[in-house]
């Protein structure tokens, strides 16, 4: 049976262009940092059915041959599918409570309460945070306005986001006195440290009568836009790129600090990529004959985030058309208009 080992492997190249030369010897020579290139493996022109890998040319030292990276080499006989994946922004969750400005109701509470999930990172829907702000009204509510409940609210609910440090929600006041909506902030990302989960909640409103508690239905909750982790972001490249080089050059980075061999990363944090996925598999060299499942990731940026941004990506789809064939199954190219 066959086990994970060395010879299972997810690779990965990351790139901000697509480089110009054409053979392996000019690559290392002339291409700029962060240039990538599909070249045949053994450094000539390229051409239909020759093995092929990614090229990486890297800020190292040229004279200590660390200038560039390379991918394991790939037989176009043996890619088993080739997946692209176009760019798109996180998105992150965004709830509208309004209703305020229906008639004030005396004698009763207004309460808008999040419901903040994972709050300490155990990943269960049962561990969760709550998180109100509230309103009380007098028998008397002349003077008081649509706006004084939802400040007031508003003015609960940073209080306790206060005391948690600010950098979970966003609390938006429309100018109108009408509504509030309640975004979850961007999480950012440290490598191996912190993912940048986003945000998980739910939003609840209430206005309870004091004389008999039943909630009078005044305030609704819409839901405008749910999570999404989008594709291609350089927070889930950051990520990515961390556990594939812990598998490429040490999982046990960083333990001999602060005598540590430094890993090289290439992700750019203000960058946008799409992802080309080549999955493929080779035969191991063992007593027995075994299919190695292999695949690898190649994270192309885009220097403008529109259509003509994937010119690069087009590029990169044309190389590999050339050594695996223009009947191959390679994804057609995306807009650049």
């Known amino acids: 049976m066959s086990i994970f080992g060395t010879n299972q492997v997810e690779d990965l190249i990351i790139g901000n262009a697509i480089a110009t030369e054409t053979d392996v010897a000019t690559f290392i020579a002339t291409a700029t940092a962060k240039e990538i290139k599909a070249l045949a493996n053994d450094g000539g022109a390229a051409a239909e059915g020759k093995l092929f890998y990614l090229l990486q040319k890297t800020g190292g030292s040229a004279a200590k041959g660390l200038d560039y990276e390379f991918s394991q080499a790939i037989n176009p006989k043996q890619i088993e599918r080739i997946t692209l994946k176009e760019y798109a922004p996180e998105v992150r969750k ?19 309460s999040i419901r903040l999930y994972n709050e300490s990172g155990s990943l269960s829907t049962e561990n969760f945070r709550i998180i109100s702000g509230y309103y009380t009204t007098g028998a008397d509510v002349t003077g008081v306005t649509a706006g004084d409940i939802r400040d007031g609210i508003v003015a609960g609910l940073n209080v306790e986001l206060n005391s948690r440090g600010m950098g979970e929600f966003i609390i938006s006041q429309a100018d109108a006195p009408t509504e509030l909506t309640i975004t979850g902030a961007y999480q950012d990302v440290v490598a191996g440290k912190i993912e940048g989960r986003q945000i998980e909640f739910d939003v609840t409103s209430k206005v309870l009568l004091e004389a008999s508690g039943s909630n009078q239905g005044m305030l609704t909750v819409t839901v405008d836009q749910y999570n999404h982790p989008g594709y291609g972001t350089s927070k889930l490249v950051v990520n990515k790129e961390w556990f594939i080089k812990g598998f490429k050059y040490s999982s046990y980075r960083e333990m001999a600090y602060p005598a540590n061999f430094d890993t090289p990363y290439y992700v750019d944090q203000a960058g946008k990529y799409n992802a080309v996925i080549i999955t493929y598999k080779s035969s191991r060299t063992s007593p027995t004959v075994e299919e190695q499942k292999k695949s690898l990731l190649i994270f192309a940026q885009k220097p403008t985030d529109d259509a003509a941004g994937n010119a690069g990506t087009n590029t990169l789809l044309a190389d590999l058309r050339v050594f695996i064939g223009s009947n191959a199954d390679v994804p057609a190219d995306l807009a650049v208009i």
């Not at 965004?94 to 808008?112: E, P, S």
């Open 94 to 112: 965004a709830v509208t409570i309004a209703g305020f400005d229906t008639n004030v109701v005396a004698d009763a509470t207004y309460v808008v």
